[in-house]
């Protein structure tokens, strides 16, 4: 079976990338999930895995070569004993990979022919939203067999760790077959869909045919995909423990069974099994051990990515009548709990709280209310008034603004701020406001506008939720006085805002103590104590509260 390679959509916006690199060439066998090459786009550059196991038979693009999103780029043949390595047809020997070559010259690609040439079908495959990532689960199909379908128009809505997004058409075309169900989980990688482009005399498959299974393609399709079957003995997650395509293949293949796997220690990051790892294993047994030995733990903890987590807090007994209800918790809340364990067991919490007179700010929005919202379009909340003072106060102690990389602390350039949005199905969600210390109360009100909506309406892109040095949250919203809210790691330190309430207090008037009504808040900051000191701490809060009671009109420029 021949296997396309396409260029991968690591965004919405994306519309290319650049092969830096091939870590592999023709005729070089391939494992599935094994990194082929490295890619750059205005994004991000990352590795690309294969999709499945075989051995390269054709690279359609050269290194340094800018492509398309979903065109062809390399083929593999999945059938070892049907793949006989050949040279080019000019017979000349050729290195088995792409040697470079002068800028003015067309770099010659090598190949391996198939016995026939795939013609007008495009593999849709499940993207790669995030290096971490190993799967997305399809949410719900935009499109059926038999719809036209234009480029960039969007194809279906997926869910991964990381975020919830629609996922665009790589051509124009017509949907001939839909290879994944709703709601399943697909590894990244796999053909999802096929769609026809051109005049390929294709019939796409009916739509309720296409829904209850795969569907083979008819005489007029000359390209085959195979059908990858997931290992059944070895699920992707398993107590919260994390297990790769390729280490679920190598188990499978010589059965071994996931309690055998449990147990043993992974020298990946979480403590997840690699390769090397399973492989070990699998010797180990050969010889009559059944333990691998004990991995050697690094001595420093590197910064993980948000939202990548391993289950590590203990599951209790719970003892519930027949009147209860008893409610599975969704993906989205699973991984909050995992996230907010995970970092309690990490960061050594403190909390400190003061409390701020807004009365010149409260006069202030009220005032410019109507006049933002005819320019902007949205209305003026307070949020992006919290976020400047945040702002002022991480710019007068830019040690706050830190994260911890095992024995060093990495201080943060610029400040990319993380607002904690609440979604309409009682989720969180902190999409960041990248470079926030160069917006004023405008860009940040736009940016953070911007990010809400697109975050309640599932159309983030998971840059938008990465990359946060410090956080802000309004528990304010919801009627409470103040928090102590849990740092969002790799973050050490996050910003809780409360309610504003009208109470009378105590102010000096020409030497006289006076009771006054005054619009009041407490503002709290949780901090990881290893790397931010109390004093610290307390300076930067009281800086933060500072700037809040300085928003008037004759400070504030909206």
Excluded at 42 to 52: H, I, L, M
Excluded at 100 to 122: N, S
Aim: with cysteine; aromatic share 4%; net charge negative.
């Amino acid at each position: 079976m021949i296997i396309d390679i396409v260029m991968p959509k690591l965004g919405e916006s994306l519309q290319e990338g650049t092969i830096l690199k091939w870590l592999k060439g023709v005729g070089d066998r391939v494992e599935r999930d094994e990194m082929i090459m490295e890619i750059s786009t205005d994004k991000v550059d990352t590795e690309v895995p294969s999709p499945n196991s075989g051995i390269i038979v054709k690279i359609l693009a050269a290194e340094n070569e800018t492509v398309e999103v979903g065109k062809k780029i390399a083929e593999i043949e999945t059938d070892e004993a049907a793949a006989v390595i050949t040279s080019q047809p000019d017979t000349k020997e050729e290195p088995p990979s792409p040697a470079p070559t002068p800028a003015a010259e067309t770099p010659k690609l090598q190949e391996i022919k198939p016995a026939v040439e795939p013609a007008g079908i495009v593999d849709v495959v499940m993207p790669k939203l995030g290096e971490s990532l190993q799967e997305g689960t399809i949410i719900k199909w935009l499109k059926k067999p038999g719809d036209a379908i234009g480029r960039d128009e969007m194809l279906l809505e997926i869910s991964t760790d990381k975020v919830d997004t629609e996922v665009p058409s790589p051509v124009e075309g017509t949907i001939y077959e839909l290879l994944a169900a709703e709601n399943e989980t697909v590894e990244v990688g796999k053909v999802i869909a096929k769609i026809a482009t051109g005049s390929t005399g294709v019939v796409a498959p009916t739509a309720s045919t296409a829904a209850s299974a795969p569907i083979q393609s008819p005489p007029s399709v000359v390209q085959q995909t195979e059908k990858i079957e997931p290992s059944a003995e070895i699920p992707s997650k398993s107590g919260g423990r994390f297990y790769s395509p390729l280490v679920r293949s190598i188990a499978k293949e010589n059965n071994i069974s996931l309690a055998e796997l449990e147990p043993l220690k992974g020298s990946g990051a979480d403590g997840r099994l690699n390769k090397a790892d399973i492989l070990t294993y699998i010797e180990n047994k050969k010889q009559g051990k059944t333990t691998l030995p004990a991995v050697p733990q690094p001595t420093s903890i590197a910064v993980r990515p948000p939202m990548e987590i391993s289950q590590t807090s203990k599951s209790y007994p719970v003892t519930y009548g027949e009147e209860d209800e008893v409610i599975p918790m969704d993906r989205v809340r699973q991984l909050i709990a995992e996230h907010m364990v995970y970092s309690k067991q990490t960061s050594a919490h403190v909390t400190s709280v003061g409390e701020a007179d807004v009365t010149g700010m409260v006069k202030l929005r009220t005032k410019f209310a109507p006049e933002f919202l005819k320019r902007e379009g949205f209305k003026l909340t307070f949020t992006p008034f919290f976020s400047k003072s945040v702002i002022d106060g991480i710019k007068a102690f830019p040690m706050v603004n830190v994260s911890v990389d095992g024995k060093n602390i990495v201080r943060h350039k610029h400040i990319h701020l993380s607002v904690a949005t609440a979604l309409e199905d009682g989720n969180l969600i902190v999409p960041v406001v990248k470079n926030a210390d160069s917006l004023g109360i405008t860009g940040l009100a736009r940016a953070i506008s911007d990010l809400a909506g697109r975050a309640r309406s599932k159309k983030l892109n998971p840059d938008d939720i990465q990359g946060g040095t410090i956080a802000l949250t309004n528990v304010g919203t919801f009627g409470t006085l103040f928090g102590t809210p849990i740092i969002n790691q790799p973050q050490t330190a996050i910003i809780g805002v409360g309610m504003i309430t009208k109470r009378p207090v105590v102010r000096n008037f020409n030497a006289e103590d006076v009771i006054v009504i005054r619009d009041m808040m407490y503002v709290s900051i949780t901090y990881d104590h290893r790397v931010i000191d109390g004093m610290l701490a307390g300076k930067c809060l009281s800086a933060i509260i500072k700037s809040l009671e300085g928003m008037d009109e004759s400070s504030v420029i909206l």
